[in-house]
T-cell receptor, first 117, second 111 residues
Framework: DAMVIQNPRYQVTQFGKPVTLSCSQT?????MYWYQQKSSQAPKLLFH???????NEADTPDNFQSRRPNTSFCFLDIRSPGLGDAAMYLC????????????????FGPGTRLTVL | QKEVEQDPGPLSVPEGAIVSLNCTYS??????FMWYRQYSRKGPELLMY????GNKEDGRFTAQVDKSSKYISLFIRDSQPSDSATYLC???????????FGGGTRVLVKP
């Protein structure tokens, strides 16, 4: 089945130790997103790729970086995790919406829960 | 003021009851209105979407949008324990693919 896969599902890192989260998709969607979701809060968009074009949200800290080496894979790098970065990180994909097309479903992976010690 | 607001709940109802969920937003540029369902420890999944004002029905689910009051509703009829989840409203602007999620309302349907 076509899907969005995130690895690992659970990641534990130490304060300040770089960590990389990965996302892959078999949907062949050209848009990929990374969200941060803290407990009982809304998913917060960090950045997204439209094909190879990187789009950073204005309030995303510099500590968060992303790479998309090809259509299928996207990585989230946290350069120096702080205690406040402990959260669920969600990857999502969508097709770019052609003009006149109204639906815009984003397909989410199961998330990676990050713990910072 | 947050762009999208939802009562966090939890909203606890007996099986078979109607669940009524609401969401308000402040950005008049929103044109598309999505409801996502998120089970515990899972990613959100799209439940329904509505374009502009009006109603949309899909099985036991009905979505309503009132753009004049910036108010979005989701109704679940004949609720089941499997409907227990967090429901996130997510409006979108006319162009682009960016969603703005509300904080979600946790729903518990008791057998």
């Amino acid at each position: 089945d076509a899907m969005v896969i995130q690895n690992p599902r659970y990641q534990v890192t130490q304060f300040g130790k770089p960590v990389t989260l990965s996302c892959s998709q078999t949907l062949n969607h050209n848009v990929m997103y990374w969200y941060q979701q803290k407990s009982s809060q809304a998913p917060k968009l960090l950045f997204h790729y439209y094909d190879k074009d990187f789009n950073n949200e204005a309030d995303t800290p510099d500590n968060f970086q992303s790479r998309r080496p090809n259509t299928s894979f996207c990585f989230l790098d946290i350069r120096s995790p702080g205690l406040g970065d402990a959260a669920m990180y969600l990857c999502a994909t969508s097709r770019a919406r052609p003009p006149g097309q109204k639906d815009n479903e984003q397909f989410f992976g199961p998330g990676t829960r990050l713990t910072v010690l | 003021q947050k762009e999208v607001e939802q009562d966090p709940g939890p909203l606890s109802v007996p099986e078979g009851a109607i669940v009524s969920l609401n969401c308000t937003y402040s950005n008049s540029a929103f044109q598309y209105f999505m409801w996502y369902r998120q089970y515990s420890r899972k990613g959100p999944e799209l439940l329904m979407y509505t374009y502009s004002s009006g109603n949309k029905e899909d099985g036991r689910f009905t979505a309503q949008v009132d753009k004049s009051s910036k108010y979005i509703s989701l109704f679940i009829r004949d609720s089941q324990p499997s409907d227990s989840a967090t429901y996130l409203c997510a409006p979108d602007k006319a162009a682009g693919n960016k969603l703005t999620f509300g904080g979600g309302t946790r729903v518990l349907v008791k057998p």
